[in-house]
């Protein structure tokens, strides 16, 4: 084997015509999946302040919200809905007029070719703040599992275009699957947030959801930060059960764990940059310790890497006006 001084790496580094040509990894607009909130009322959009350019916006602004998205070139989007009502059992998650299926609704009459995905899951909507329905001060499994099938279907007969269950109960997307055909709507795939780790990085998304928990944490359904093995565990699980399209969450701090999904599984792969890691990277940028349009497409580019086919990010509208903007 040649070494050096006839080898040398940095032959095809100098020139940034080989280093385009050899890139490995490169993002496009197909790679993003944008996240809203919604919330209910007319002519509301206020923007989550740690989340700057982010907004909790009533159905009519999320509809212009979506007009723009999609002239950007951003394929697809995943809905939270934000309730005007919230009680024990999370029931304006399957109300048929929800604030989800209003939007849905909505957005697919205006904007009928952007993909949606609506987010499954109860915390959103019960007076507690918890995933699920509570048995004294635990959540109870099976019993938020029949919850999760209604408000899926719910979702698919708004006109949702993909499902996301991101509760991480034990069995949901094997009943929700089987429900979903058991309506007819064998054709609509599932996104399972399949390993969904107990993180502390879900913090301004919880006051842009208004889904802090009252009590206690999320330590009993979403997983430990030292776990890896059982994330393989938990995302073979949701394989057999049916789910189209896994992913793992947080992205950034859990790149090994795409890396592993992707190689073990090669499933098709989401990553979901949440919340905090986008605030981490505005907040510095702000400041300006970082260069924020440069980490932003760094930290999206390493997410790729590892393995991530789409990426859930806040992010989607700046890195789709970057990649505009440098023809890449
Ligand atoms: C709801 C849900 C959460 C996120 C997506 N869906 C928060 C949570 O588990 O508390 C987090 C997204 C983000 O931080 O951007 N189960
Ligand atoms: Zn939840």
Redesign the pocket.
């Known amino acids: 084997m040649a070494l050096y001084p006839t080898k040398r790496l940095r032959r095809l580094r100098y020139n940034p015509i080989i280093r385009n040509m050899i890139r490995e990894t490169t993002l496009t607009k197909d790679d993003f999946i944008y ?1 809203l909130f919604v919330i209910p009322g007319k002519n509301i959009k206020r923007e989550v302040k740690s989340m700057p350019g982010n907004y909790q916006m009533s159905v009519d602004e999320i509809v212009k919200e979506c007009k723009k998205i999609y002239s950007l070139g951003i394929p697809a989007i995943i809905l ?1 809905g934000i309730p005007d009502h919230k009680d024990e059992v999370g029931s304006g998650a399957y109300d048929s007029n929800g604030i989800i299926q209003q939007a849905v609704k909505a957005i697919k009459k205006e904007v009928k070719d952007l993909l949606i995905i609506t ?1 499954v ?1 109860l ?2 909507y019960t007076s507690h703040g918890h ?1 699920g329905v509570l048995g004294g001060e635990e959540i109870l499994n099976d019993e938020t599992v029949e919850l999760l099938v209604k408000e899926s279907i719910s979702h698919v007969e708004a006109g949702a275009d993909i499902i996301a269950p ?3 109960m034990d069995g949901r997307i094997g009943a929700i699957r089987k429900a979903l055909d058991g309506k007819g709507f064998y054709k609509i795939p599932i996104l399972s ?1 399949a390993a ?1 780790y ?2 502390g ?6 006051e ?2 208004e ?3 009252a009590f206690g944490d ?1 330590r009993s359904h ?1 997983m430990d930060p030292g776990n890896s093995m059982e994330a393989m565990r938990e995302i073979e699980e949701d394989i057999e059960e049916g789910a189209d399209i896994i992913m793992v ?2 992205a950034g701090p859990y790149l090994d764990v795409i890396y592993q999904a992707k190689q073990k599984f090669g499933m098709p792969t989401a990553a ?7 605030a981490m990277i505005k907040a510095a940028g702000k400041n300006g310790w970082i260069d924020e349009e440069r980490i932003m497409m760094e930290s999206l580019t390493a997410i790729k890497r590892a393995g991530a086919d789409m990426i ?1 990010t ?1 992010f989607a509208k700046d890195a789709a006006k970057y990649l505009d903007r440098t023809n890449k």
Do not use: I, N
């Not at 990085?201 to 919880?206: A, D, I, L």
């Open positions: 996240p939270f987010d899951c915390c959103e995933c991101s509760d991480m947030y969904k107990a993180s990085y879900y913090g301004p998304f919880r842009a959801a889904s802090t928990p999320r979403q969450k947080p979901y940059q949440v919340s905090g890691e986008f859930l806040y």
